[in-house]
């Protein structure tokens, strides 16, 4: 799987274009959210690097996490099912395909290496700007997978 760079253009342009390929009625491939909580979830890793969203952890979470922040961005695709912290967590809300669309479409657009706000992740700890683009990228591609787009 190659991992790719969210500020490439043509890169971004490719998202955008997955994610208006969505519909409120996309099914899910696994997993529990609907498609209008998958981009209210989005949002919210999106905006710990733009500096909108905060994660607190537990300090288990940031002693034992760091040692596997590589497989943010690596090249292997990200397993299914695989642990969130609670803040992301959308099920149980219901959530407006259209606003979450427009939304996180915004996010994609604003998501640039002059708005990351901060290197320091709050669980994983320091990230390149880079690392930021590439963890953000494999985490979109993760779940628009999830819906087939």
């Known amino acids: 799987m190659e991992i790719k760079n969210l500020f490439d253009p043509a890169v971004k342009q490719e998202i955008v274009d997955r994610i208006e390929h969505l519909i409120p009625q996309s099914p899910r491939q696994w997993g529990k959210m609907n498609v209008a909580q998958m981009l209210a979830h989005l949002q919210l890793p999106m905006g710990i690097a733009l500096g909108t969203h905060t994660v607190k952890g537990n300090w288990l979470m940031r002693l034992v996490l760091p040692l ?3 497989k943010l ?3 292997n695709p990200w397993k299914k099912g695989l642990p969130t ?3 992301f967590i959308m099920t149980g809300s219901e959530k407006n395909f259209e606003a979450e669309k427009a939304k996180l479409l915004d ?3 604003r998501f640039t290496e002059a708005n990351i706000k901060s290197e320091k ?7 390149t ?6 963890a953000t990228w494999k985490h979109i591609d993760h779940h628009l997978k999830q ?3």
């Open 68 to 70: 596997f922040k590589s």
């Open 73 to 75: 961005y690596d090249d």
């Open 85 to 87: 912290d609670k803040s």
């Open 107 to 109: 996010m994609i657009n």
């Open 121 to 127: 992740h709050p669980i994983f700890g320091h990230l």
């Open 129 to 134: 700007r880079e690392q930021w683009s590439k």
């Open 147 to 149: 819906f087939g787009a």
